[in-house]
């Protein structure tokens, strides 16, 4: 089993859309968690990092992360064409100083 | 402040050749990191440096693979000899601790072919 999963997709929304992209991950020891967006031929980016259980917001971006059923989510509200992506998920065990990453979700906003 | 520098930007080999990444973090930056990321895949890391040291290179095939990071700061990646599989972009980056746990600065990668 893999560290953390990610359905790859590609997932294609209207713009305006709100969505929703999810990971599962497996260690309980896993601390601080991340989503990257990655565009064509860039390097990732950080877009949130949230720390334990809760949610973080940034304008139209919310991270939520659920330890009891070790499921990480972000949140995109009115979904733009230039978010169109692939998003990773990543997670750390700080006194490890290791991430690991998912897969990534390929997303597409349609104008 | 300037992001982590890579080149080249791309590169074409042949198999069984050799072929050498470079990477400048960004200034300060103790970790540095060198990730593979193979196509519809997420980054898998090959080797972690804290300093001039390693601090993990337990997924590095070191028969073929080898990096080093002189003065702890810029480093190189090699590959000799590439084999097919080692199609994938070579993502570098870095970060400070305790601010890595933020997550890293990633740089826009090196897209290596092997044919």
């Known amino acids: 089993q893999k560290e953390v999963e990610q359905d790859p997709g590609p997932l294609s929304v209207p713009e305006g859309a709100i969505v929703s992209l999810n990971c599962t991950y497996s260690?309980?020891?896993?601390?601080?968690f991340m989503w990257y967006r990655q565009y064509s031929r860039k390097g990732p980016e950080l877009l949130m990092y949230t720390y334990s259980s809760g949610n973080k917001e940034d304008g139209r971006f919310t991270a939520q992360v659920d330890k009891s059923s070790k499921y990480i989510s972000l949140f995109i509200r009115d979904s733009q064409p230039s978010d169109s992506a692939t998003y990773l998920c990543a997670a750390l065990q700080y006194n490890f100083n290791k991430f690991y990453f998912g897969s990534g979700t390929k997303l597409n906003v349609k104008p | 402040e300037a992001g982590v520098a890579q080149s080249p930007r791309y590169k074409i080999i042949e198999k069984r050749q050799s072929v050498a990444f470079w990477c400048n973090p960004i200034s300060g930056h103790a970790t540095l990191y060198w990730y593979q990321q193979i196509l519809g895949q997420g980054p898998k890391l090959l080797i972690q440096?804290?300093?001039?040291?390693?601090?993990?290179d337990s997924q590095l095939p070191k028969d073929r693979f080898s990096a080093e990071r002189l003065k702890g700061v810029d480093s190189t990646l090699k590959i000799q000899p590439a084999k097919l599989e080692d199609s994938a972009v070579y993502l570098c980056?870095?970060?400070?601790?305790?601010?890595?746990?933020?997550?890293?600065?990633f740089g826009s990668g090196t897209r290596l072919t092997v044919v």
């Open positions: 260690n309980s020891a896993f601390q601080y």
């Open positions: 980056a870095s970060s400070s601790p305790p601010r890595d746990r933020a997550g890293y600065t």
């Open positions: 440096f804290q300093n001039n040291g390693v601090v993990d």
